[in-house]
């Protein structure tokens, strides 16, 4: 009877594994995990090569374990059980954008902060942020969180302003007075959203190394300072809570005081409808920090409806691939839910093909911020080549010469452009 028992225990095992596997390989696949923010590993191909290298075995694991059935809600029930033990459980930390990196490896800087920081309300376009100072303010992995929105602590100094300065000058010295040059710098949530005496002593001022890197720069760069227009709107949803990004809609306001710059008729907001997506989502730094109270506020994804009359985007991952098609923006959550709507994923290099003839033909040099800024400018160039300064494979000074490009534009995050990796990186792509 115990040797049936037995058998009938492994049966029953052997037919459950099966099962689940079958349905792990035959069900829906998604691409990409909302939840961890990460491109989710791929099927393999089976060959000989891959075979014999012992590289098919560990393929397949990784496939099984990122598509098993109910994977998301095994994670988030490990989640809940971090929260009934009370104790500290790893998460992996899946995160690749330079920005959330730079947040642990910035050094602060503490210095008093001006008295007219702002202290913000917002109750507009769906979201709520409630400043009560008696809330604390605690740091998870590298992120601060506050009344169940996290932030990131800015720390630049004299220093990393004047590497950036230098790189974005080298830039300008090799174009040449023909290509007109941009720069752009993008503040964080944290000096708008987050009361003063909650940051105060912990981090610089974003509004003064905006300040103090357009001092350093070239006067013959054209910079455009966007930190007043967002000050002046900080009752709109212009950040997200639980990600790094901001929202389209700061994206706009941006777009509005470049268009000053570039000299360009932009678009009324009444020009473009707005939209939310029907999900809500979880962002960047939820992902990297998994606080529980973040994850009881996700953010709400606004996108406008842009009449782009036409214009066709494509990218590439290397000098040698064929431009393939992609989305200005993507609705149908191929690249997830959340920020991945603007342009997809950072690819290395892409082309949008515009709808006017009018000879203007800009390149964009940027980290992911840029991502939801783009998508407006569509309809007064005639050609925008987008390169993300982290993954670009190609010398900027002949790339701009061989696609005939007469305007270019730095734009980073205040956080990228401190750090030493961004400016070491586009001083190689211009040498």
Same mark, same amino acid.
């Given at each position: 009877?115990k040797?049936?028992?037995?058998?009938?225990?492994?049966? *029953?095992?052997?037919?459950?594994?099966?099962?689940?596997s079958?349905?792990?390989?035959?069900?829906?696949?998604?691409?990409?995990?909302?939840?961890?923010?990460?491109?989710? %590993?791929?099927?393999?191909?089976?060959?000989?090569?891959? $075979?014999?290298?012992?590289?098919?075995?560990?393929?397949?694991?990784?496939?099984?374990?990122?598509?098993?059935?109910?994977?998301?809600?095994?994670?988030?029930?490990?989640?809940?059980?971090?929260?009934?033990?009370?104790?500290?459980?790893f998460?992996?930390?899946?995160?690749?954008?330079?920005?959330?990196?730079?947040?642990?490896?910035?050094?602060?800087?503490?210095?008093?902060?001006?008295?007219? %920081? /702002?202290?913000? !309300?917002?109750?507009?376009?769906?979201?709520v942020?409630?400043?009560?100072?008696?809330?604390?303010?605690?740091?998870?992995?590298g992120?601060?969180?506050?009344?169940?929105?996290?932030?990131?602590?800015?720390?630049?100094?004299?220093?990393?302003?004047?590497?950036?300065?230098?790189?974005?000058?080298?830039?300008?010295?090799? !174009?040449?007075?023909?290509?007109?040059?941009?720069? !752009? !710098? *993008?503040?964080?949530?944290?000096?708008?959203?987050?009361?003063?005496?909650?940051?105060?002593?912990?981090?610089?001022?974003?509004?003064?190394? /905006?300040?103090?890197?357009?001092?350093?720069?070239s006067?013959?760069?054209?910079?455009?300072?966007?930190?007043?227009?967002?000050?002046?709107?900080?009752?709109?949803?212009?950040?997200?809570?639980?990600?790094?990004? $901001?929202? %389209?809609?700061?994206?706009?306001?941006?777009?509005?005081?470049?268009?000053?710059?570039?000299?360009?008729e932009?678009?009324?907001?009444?020009?473009?409808?707005?939209?939310?997506?029907?999900?809500s989502?979880?962002?960047?730094?939820?992902?990297?920090?998994?606080?529980?109270?973040?994850? #009881?506020?996700?953010d709400?994804?606004?996108?406008?409806?842009?009449?782009?009359?036409?214009?066709? %985007?494509?990218?590439?991952?290397?000098?040698?691939d =064929? $431009?393939?098609?992609?989305?200005?923006?993507?609705?149908? #959550?191929?690249?997830?839910?959340?920020?991945g709507?603007?342009?997809?994923?950072?690819?290395?290099?892409?082309?949008?093909?515009? =709808?006017?003839?009018?000879?203007?033909?800009?390149?964009?040099?940027?980290?992911?911020?840029?991502?939801?800024?783009?998508?407006?400018?569509?309809?007064?160039?005639?050609?925008?080549?987008?390169a993300?300064?982290?993954?670009?494979?190609?010398? /900027?000074?002949?790339?701009?010469?061989?696609?005939?490009?007469?305007?270019?534009?730095?734009?980073?995050?205040?956080?990228?452009?401190?750090?030493?990796?961004?400016?070491?990186?586009?001083?190689?792509?211009?040498?």
């Amino acid at each position: 009877m115990k040797v049936l028992i037995e058998k009938i225990n492994v049966i *029953v095992l052997f037919l459950l594994v099966l099962l689940l596997s079958l349905i792990t390989i035959f069900s829906p696949k998604e691409k990409i995990s909302d939840l961890e923010k990460r491109k989710l %590993a791929p099927l393999p191909s089976f060959n000989i090569n891959s $075979w014999m290298t012992g590289a098919f075995g560990p393929s397949v694991d990784d496939f099984l374990a990122d598509h098993i059935f109910c994977r998301n809600s095994f994670m988030n029930f490990s989640d809940d059980l971090k929260i009934c033990f009370s104790h500290e459980m790893f998460f992996p930390k899946y995160i690749d954008t330079a920005e959330v990196k730079m947040v642990k490896i910035i050094r602060q800087n503490p210095k008093k902060l001006p008295e007219k %920081a /702002i202290q913000v !309300l917002d109750t507009s376009n769906h979201i709520v942020v409630m400043n009560d100072p008696n809330q604390d303010l605690t740091l998870t992995e590298g992120v601060y969180i506050y009344d169940s929105c996290a932030y990131q602590f800015f720390g630049g100094s004299k220093n990393s302003a004047n590497r950036y300065a230098k790189s974005v000058n080298q830039l300008k010295s090799q !174009l040449g007075d023909s290509i007109k040059l941009y720069s !752009l !710098l *993008v503040p964080s949530s944290t000096e708008f959203c987050l009361p003063k005496e909650k940051y105060k002593g912990k981090t610089t001022s974003e509004e003064k190394g /905006i300040s103090l890197i357009f001092s350093r720069l070239s006067g013959n760069i054209l910079t455009t300072n966007i930190y007043p227009r967002l000050a002046s709107h900080n009752n709109e949803y212009l950040f997200f809570k639980t990600d790094h990004h $901001w929202t %389209a809609r700061g994206a706009y306001y941006a777009y509005l005081d470049f268009s000053l710059t570039a000299k360009f008729e932009p678009l009324a907001l009444d020009q473009m409808k707005p939209n939310f997506m029907k999900r809500s989502f979880l962002g960047s730094l939820y992902s990297m920090t998994r606080d529980q109270t973040l994850k #009881g506020n996700p953010d709400k994804l606004e996108y406008f409806d842009i009449n782009f009359n036409g214009s066709k %985007a494509f990218y590439k991952m290397t000098p040698n691939d =064929p $431009w393939s098609k992609t989305q200005i923006i993507n609705k149908k #959550g191929e690249f997830g839910i959340g920020y991945g709507v603007f342009l997809g994923v950072d690819y290395p290099v892409m082309r949008i093909d515009g =709808p006017v003839k009018n000879g203007r033909r800009l390149m964009v040099i940027k980290d992911s911020y840029a991502n939801a800024f783009i998508p407006f400018l569509v309809n007064h160039f005639e050609k925008i080549y987008v390169a993300d300064v982290r993954y670009f494979p190609y010398k /900027i000074i002949d790339f701009v010469k061989a696609n005939g490009i007469n305007e270019v534009l730095v734009m980073n995050h205040t956080i990228t452009a401190n750090s030493p990796y961004i400016s070491k990186k586009l001083l190689t792509l211009i040498k």
